[in-house]
């Protein structure tokens, strides 16, 4: 199954809570980032719907950008809501219930989650990255599942 990216980002909110941590907006955009890139490299399938654009701190998830803006670079406080259309009603964006996904995420924030958005911005940076090669080329431009799954199937060789 495929995710909005805000479902996702609601899962690391969730599991930061859990674990009594917090989470900037710029963790929760590379979280995100990283539990994609292992899912395409694990499944050969995008774990969300949007496209990833190769921003100056990284790859950045726009409507998840949008989402948490109001935080700044301080602390996300509240999970993401979204409005249904047929009642006007706020809901929150329900992280995923799949034991597979459920799985990578923990696996994400057991390899990330103690990282700092600086220090995750730093790892999407590194030579011959997505980022990296998208940056190059087309500053702020879409960066191509395909080279995500690759760079991560090598990273899984490491």
């Known amino acids: 199954m495929i995710y909005s990216a805000r479902n996702i980002a609601n899962a690391f909110i969730q599991i930061a809570k859990d674990r009594d941590a917090f989470l900037t907006n710029m963790q929760v955009q590379k979280l995100v980032y990283f539990a994609h890139g292992w899912h395409l490299a694990l499944t050969d399938a995008p774990l969300i719907e949007e496209p990833i654009q190769a921003w100056n701190f990284g790859p950045v998830i726009v409507p998840l950008y949008d989402a948490l803006r109001k935080y700044g670079n301080g602390v996300v406080t509240k999970p993401l809501m979204r409005i249904e259309p047929e009642t006007r009603q706020k809901l929150e964006f329900e992280a995923p219930t ?52 690759d760079y991560f199937k090598r990273q899984e060789r490491r």
């Open 98 to 149: 799949e034991t597979s996904v459920l799985e990578l995420l923990q696996k994400v924030w057991e390899l990330y989650g103690h990282l700092t958005g600086g220090q995750l911005s730093s790892l999407t940076h590194k030579d011959d990255s997505p980022w990296s090669k998208t940056f190059k080329v087309n500053q702020f431009g879409v960066i191509p599942n395909e080279i995500i799954r």
